[in-house]
């Protein structure tokens, strides 16, 4: 194992630039402005994985952005490892926000990245980590230490529902045959407590538009007489919790699965303190649903959250006015037991229920998914508790994450794999933040684990 190390430090000043040259590309999938960057990103993976090795890549253009798709089969009686990541990332927004340009990263030091981290966005979710898979490749290329076969799925719809990709795994599923689906796209613990993500929660997410009045009104000469559609939507949206911070839709935890004693003492074993989030957060106190730990309302029970309100005036000074509708954005993170159309369906229902008679009411569902929870008493997990434990010198900790990755659960249920989510993220990595960054440390542990993880599966395989 020590080629490994050896090789990464060799090429870090290559890889490290290899990464910043992949994250100069706005590769903003959410905003058209920004599609000859995507389309040019996906280019730059297909040379890179090609420059790395694989015996073939290429573009699969689908109805949206293109999957990059290559292999390197060395022979077809050992196993065969998926790779999958996004070279998608979120928007930027808000820009002033940033202390250095998203899209001109630099390597600034942190409290949690003493070594330093690159500042980008994309840097951690998921340019970098997906990249980790690229270098870990031609490192065990160029070291001769490939022990499997491999094959990497990169797409670029991710962060918008990850549509086009729902089509090319039904259509492809001979092509994308493989024992393991390996995926950097989640986190650690903490540096020095390395974890493995064993679940994912599901998404719902709607949009919903409240109408009052035909128009915008004077707030004195209708103001008490007509119904306000910020005031009525913005109570609505408060009746949706209750005193114990319980969702209040008719049916939405029905199914939730309960975790047993056994298992929720388990979890509460993963080191957390209570106190260095609060600081972290700048919180005098936590919040959320009666009954249950931190680490527990942000892994195993569903939420409800309003991600945008907006309606009125919002400009300078002070303008009276009533104005004609009121708009939100509204997610609800979903655990095993709950199905996302079900709960949209609830959500609608229950919304339309609720409005009183003065306004009108229009919901717009957008991309959902299914929450995903994973074995860790199988080969993947194994593998990958392993390499975990070789690179840190610690056995990683399971946990369950509040994040979704809607696809992995369609993997299962298409391809009938199951992924492993061996991410090096930290929380505080600002993703989807101004700020985002990624540890060089993590980069480069990554790039270490990887191989580590593909030697212990060929062998555990075997
Ligand atoms: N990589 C994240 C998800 C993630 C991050 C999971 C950290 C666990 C730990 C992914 O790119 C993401 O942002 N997913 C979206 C859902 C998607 C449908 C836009 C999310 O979780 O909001
Ligand atoms: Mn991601
Ligand atoms: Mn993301």
Not at 79 to 102: C, F, I, K, N
Not at 127 to 137: E, R
Not at 199 to 208: D, N
Not at 238 to 244: G, I, N, P, R, T
Request: proline fraction near 6%; hydrophobic fraction near 35%; aromatic fraction near 8%.
């Amino acid at each position: 194992m020590e080629n490994i190390t050896a090789y990464i430090e060799q090429h870090k000043d290559r890889f490290l630039e290899e990464l910043m040259d992949l994250l100069r590309v706005p590769s903003i999938s959410a905003d058209p402005k920004y599609k000859d960057d995507v389309l040019k990103t996906s280019e730059i993976v297909k040379t890179r994985l090609l420059e790395a090795g694989v015996d073939h890549a290429e573009i699969c253009e689908t109805q949206g952005y293109p999957i990059v798709y290559a292999e390197k089969m060395i022979d077809p009686s050992l196993p065969t490892v998926l790779v999958y990541g996004h070279y998608d990332v979120q928007p930027a927004d808000p820009l002033e926000l940033w202390t250095s340009g998203p899209f001109e990263p630099v390597i600034k030091k942190t409290d949690l990245h003493p070594e330093g981290a690159i500042f980008a966005r994309g840097s951690c979710d998921d340019k970098g980590q997906m990249y980790m898979h690229v270098k870990a490749f031609e490192l065990m290329m160029n070291t001769d230490t490939l022990p499997c076969n491999v094959k990497f799925m990169i797409e670029g719809e991710e962060e918008v529902g990850s549509e086009s990709l729902e089509g090319f795994v039904k259509e492809n599923r001979e092509k994308l045959a493989s024992d393991v689906i390996l995926i950097s796209d989640t986190g650690i613990l903490a540096n020095d407590i390395p974890s493995i993500t064993t679940g994912l929660r599901g998404l719902s997410y709607v949009e919903v538009e409240v109408t009052g009045p035909n128009r915008d009104l004077h707030s004195g000469l209708y103001g008490g007489a007509v119904a306000n559609p910020i005031n009525i939507l913005t109570q609505m949206i408060a009746s949706l919790q209750d005193e114990q911070n319980r969702i209040t839709i008719p049916g939405f935890y029905d199914n939730v699965e309960v975790l047993s004693t056994e298992e929720r003492a388990e979890m509460a074993k993963a080191p957390f303190s209570l106190d260095a989030y609060k600081t972290a957060l700048d919180l005098s106190d936590v919040h959320g649903e009666e009954g249950y730990t931190t680490m527990e309302r942000n892994s195993i029970r569903p939420t409800l959250d309003v991600n945008g309100i907006w309606g009125g005036y919002t400009g300078e000074g002070a303008k009276t006015v009533i104005a004609s509708k009121a708009y939100a954005k509204i997610s609800m993170r979903l655990v095993p037991g709950q199905d996302p159309d079900k709960i949209t369906k609830l959500f609608c229902d229950h919304f339309k229920n609720i409005a009183p008679k003065s306004v009108k009411i229009k919901i717009t569902p957008h991309h959902g998914g299914m929450p995903y929870v994973s074995p860790t008493d199988d080969y993947g997990y194994k593998a990958a508790s392993m390499a975990m434990e070789d690179s840190f010198g610690k056995k990683p900790v399971p946990v369950r994450s509040g994040g979704s990755i809607p696809i992995v659960a369609l993997f299962e249920q298409e391809l009938k794999i199951k992924s492993i989510l061996l991410g090096f993220g930290l929380d505080s990595d600002a993703i989807h933040s101004p700020d985002e960054h990624y540890g060089i440390f993590n980069y480069f542990k990554g790039i270490e684990t990887i191989p580590r993880f593909y030697k212990h599966f060929t062998d555990l395989k075997k």
